[in-house]
């Protein structure tokens, strides 16, 4: 395995470091998305998240910029060096995106998409695994067992709320499941704050009981204007209020892991 692109193995290696992976839930245009990532890199971020294929409730809704939106990820990934994460739907398009995307996404709606799972574990890259909205740890595990099992072990589990009784969140964020899942696998354990809760006023909080019990970072959504965006504008912070998470998180890394 190419030793380069195992980041979910160095993440492993390096649980204190908490992975941030921010950026848009869906690439808008190429401004949007140089104004983001540049943004992104005065604050040292790594890792920078974006949607060109959407998986929407409503067909009639925005469904991302597609193959033109690849477009937009290569040119920005060429000037600022990010590591790109995006997901991928249909297995004819992992070939596509191959050159552009660093860490393929497979979404909560594709969790149990056996033949999307098979085909991202013929591939080298790593894999964010999120879970289905409905499918229990055991079906989690299952499913990321459909991609190890082709050969890819590099593999990044990331919770993402899962649907309960409750409407006040968008979904519920399983919390619980970072401890249970780093006694069941070794792979990485990501949380998404912004689908987990679907309300940006919850999204520090979420992220801040995620660094404490263990997880290994998260994917959060950002967004130079969040009232303008074309997808996920309730749950995605503005500039200052991501400012203010990193700042959050840092003291709260330096109180957890500096002073042991
Ligand atoms: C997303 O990351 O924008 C997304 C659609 O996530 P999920 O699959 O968790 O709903
Ligand atoms: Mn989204």
Request: glycine content about 6%.
């Amino acid at each position: 395995m190419n030793k380069e692109i195992n980041i979910a193995e160095e993440l492993i290696l390096n649980p204190s470091q908490f992975t941030i992976i921010a950026g848009p839930c869906a690439v808008e245009s190429y401004e949007q998305m140089e104004c983001i990532a540049k943004f992104l890199k005065r604050l040292g971020i790594k890792y920078l998240r974006g949607g060109v294929f959407k998986p929407r409730t409503d067909p009639k809704s925005f469904q991302g910029l597609g193959v033109e939106g690849l477009e937009i990820l290569r040119a920005v990934k060429k000037i600022y060096k990010f590591k790109i994460v995006s997901e991928i739907m249909d297995p004819r398009d992992i070939d596509l995106a191959y050159d552009c995307v660093d860490i393929y996404q497979v979404g909560s709606r594709n969790m149990q998409n056996y033949s999307l799972l098979k085909e991202m574990g013929k591939t080298d890259k790593p894999i964010l695994l999120k879970r289905g909205m409905s499918a229990t740890i055991e079906e989690w595990i299952k499913a990321s067992e459909y991609i190890a099992l082709e050969g890819n072990e590099n593999i990044i589990l990331c919770e993402r709320g899962i649907r309960t009784f409750e409407t006040y969140t968008r979904n519920t964020l399983d919390l619980m499941s970072i401890p249970i899942l780093k006694s069941k696998t070794n792979y990485p354990i990501f949380v998404d704050p912004s689908h987990g809760t679907g309300r940006r006023e919850l999204v520090l909080p979420a992220t801040k009981a995620a660094l404490v019990l263990g997880a290994s970072g998260i994917i959060v959504e950002i967004h130079p204007k969040p009232e303008q965006a074309l997808s996920d504008g309730a749950q995605s912070l503005n500039f200052a209020q991501f400012e203010n998470l990193v700042r959050e998180l840092n003291l709260l890394k330096n109180s957890i892991y500096e002073k042991e």
